[in-house]
């Protein structure tokens, strides 16, 4: 059923489209909404009057997992019966995605009197999307007197937004050559610019170790006097099987004796969630001390994720017959680790929708897709997004070909068109191709 537009529907979507419009945004317009210092987030958050300091908060930062762990630690404190605040980015198909407690995406009522009661303000100090968002996550979470705001870092991590907040533990998933035009073009710098959520005296689970990055993490740690743990090295996790469309389940092991612990069942799927869960079974052995939680909580928390938060487009599954899958990984890291997945995995032939932003250098990330797939380059409707005939020349250069098409949607049609009901379509690139998709 269509939904009925109201006066309120109509206020929602005018101060939204002013949201977007006025005031730049990294996702969609790139590096014009970057900024360099966090002095108007200070600002903002003194005009509101700290509303930050009003609940506890979980910090968590990465190139690639952030999203799955800070879901998953937020339906784990939900199930222990916590009233659980979840800030994150980018939203798939609306802007209150980013805003929710206990699951519950932030009202539209909500998000229109706080613009239009604050919309001089905001006019004067011309804040980015990104820093009014926060503050409105901030008032909100305040509000509705969340116990805990899980918080997830927008890009980098020193100069976000987000980055006001004194947590109860910081967590950085891992680090790969992404947003490279603003942290840098080595795994180095772009660590240097994560570990700037590290806090004195606040501990931080770092999910993977890298030779490049764990010196810079470990450098932060004792410089600021604050405990370091990586999660690589205290869990392994081993699927328990290869790929079941609804359930994914992980034998968890300790990694210093190689003893079994226990198995866990998440309903995010994918192979790369193994990592994300051992990041996130690290970051409970510390939360323990301030929330009490216990296996069940941990148990039944990880296998209602999308039920408990509304998690989307992460190797997510929208039909099967032919099996058609979409995931948002869009740099070499993620991207390679889906096609490894996808090589276990069995279906007759494999379609790809495929779509990206312009901003980015993706020759390495193209080269990791087989060459004997069928293509459909496409272009999501954001100003930000590759042209489909120019992502077909690149793709042609690694090796890849198919045909182009203007939208997703046709896209996405002409492979459900082409693909046998034992085909396999996955569709992604840009996680606004995702979004279309959904």
């Known amino acids: 059923m269509a939904k009925r537009m109201t006066k309120e529907n109509n206020d929602y979507e005018t101060i939204v489209s002013w949201m977007f419009r006025q005031i730049p945004m990294y996702q969609r317009t790139g590096k014009a909404a970057y900024k360099i210092d966090l002095e108007k987030t200070h600002r903002i958050d003194e005009y509101f009057s700290e509303p930050h300091k009003s609940f506890k908060t979980i910090h968590v930062a990465g190139t690639n997992g952030k999203g799955s762990v800070s879901h998953s630690l937020a339906s784990i404190l939900q199930e222990a019966g916590y009233r659980v605040g979840l800030y994150t980015s980018p939203h798939m198909k609306d802007f209150r995605e980013r805003i929710r407690v206990n699951g519950e995406m932030i009202p539209e009522h909500y998000v229109t009197r706080f613009v239009k009661g604050n919309q001089h303000f905001f006019e004067e100090i011309k804040p980015s999307f990104f820093e009014m968002s926060v503050a409105m996550a901030f008032n909100f979470f305040e509000d509705q007197q969340v116990d805990v705001a899980v918080v997830e870092v927008g890009m980098g991590g020193r100069l976000d ?31 240097q610019e994560k570990a700037g959520i590290i806090k004195r005296n606040i501990p931080v689970v770092i999910g993977e170790s890298h030779p490049e990055t764990k010196p810079v993490f470990r450098e932060k740690a004792e410089h600021v006097k604050t405990s370091i743990f990586f999660a690589d090295e205290n869990y392994i996790l081993e699927p328990s099987v290869i790929f079941d469309p609804l359930k994914n389940s992980f034998k968890v092991f300790d990694k210093k004796t190689d003893q079994y612990l226990y198995e866990l069942t998440t309903d995010l799927l994918g192979a ?45 599954v929208l039909e099967t017959s032919p099996l058609i899958l979409c995931d948002t990984a869009h740099n070499a890291e993620g991207v390679k680790t889906n096609m490894e997945q996808l090589e276990k995995m069995d279906y007759q032939n494999l379609h790809f929708v495929l779509g990206f932003v312009n901003d980015k250098n993706i020759e390495n990330v193209l080269s ?19 042209d489909e005939n120019k992502l077909r020349k690149q793709a042609t250069n690694a090796g890849l070909s198919g045909n182009t098409y203007p939208t997703t949607e046709e896209a996405l049609n002409a492979a459900k068109k082409a693909a046998s009901p034992n085909d396999m379509i996955y569709v992604g690139g840009s996680t606004f191709v995702v979004s279309e998709v959904i």
């Open 161 to 191: 937004s987000t980055n006001i907040i004194y947590p109860e533990v910081s967590i950085i998933t891992n680090i790969g050559l992404d947003h490279t035009a603003f942290l840098g073009n080595y795994l180095y710098s772009i660590a």
């Open 272 to 316: 790369y969630q193994r990592k994300n869960l051992a990041t996130v079974l690290k970051a409970l052995d510390l939360l323990k001390d301030n929330f009490l939680l216990n296996e069940k909580d941990v148990q039944k928390g990880l296998s209602k994720v999308k039920t408990n938060t509304g998690f989307l487009g992460r190797w997510q």
């Open 368 to 386: 990791l897709f087989p060459g004997n797939a069928h293509f459909y380059f496409t272009k999501a409707d954001i100003p930000r997004a590759l």
